[in-house]
Nanobody, 124 residues
Framework: QVHFVESGGGLVQPGGSLRLSCAAS????????IGWFHQAPGKEREGVAC????????FYAAFVKGRFTISGDDAKTTAHLQMNSLRPDDTATYYC?????????????????WGQGTQVTVSS
């Protein structure tokens, strides 16, 4: 009943920017926790940036601090991940995930609903 569709991925040169979006269907992102996770081939999925819309808490992985920003829109139907100063090691499939409530902001097991993922490739 809750579905999410990611968009905005693609091929970008190092130092470039992308803006990922996660559109919600069947749910309004009011009070939900939103997470962006990524997974590179052969690597574990890991948290990138997460946001609690109920209390505005955020988490950013150390490797994206100062470069990425997570946000939700005013209509509370879409989440975004603004990615600046992209590096080749940001290359991965990025997944949007949402949970009605969590105890830890960016732990995979806390999230109930996942999108299909969008590919981000950073290469010259």
């Amino acid at each position: 009943q809750v579905h999410f569709v990611e968009s905005g991925g693609g091929l970008v040169q190092p130092g470039g920017s992308l803006r990922l979006s996660c559109a919600a269907s069947g749910a309004i992102l009011d009070g939900y926790t939103i997470g962006w996770f990524h997974q590179a081939p052969g690597k574990e999925r890991e948290g990138v940036a997460c946001l609690s819309t109920s209390d505005s808490r955020t988490f950013y992985a150390a490797f994206v601090k100062g470069r990425f920003t997570i946000s939700g829109d005013d209509a509370k139907t879409t989440a975004h991940l603004q990615m600046n100063s992209l590096r080749p090691d940001d290359t991965a499939t990025y997944y949007c995930a949402v949970a009605p409530s969590v105890f830890k902001l960016c732990i995979i097991g806390e999230y109930d609903y996942w999108g299909q993922g969008t590919q981000v490739t950073v290469s010259s």
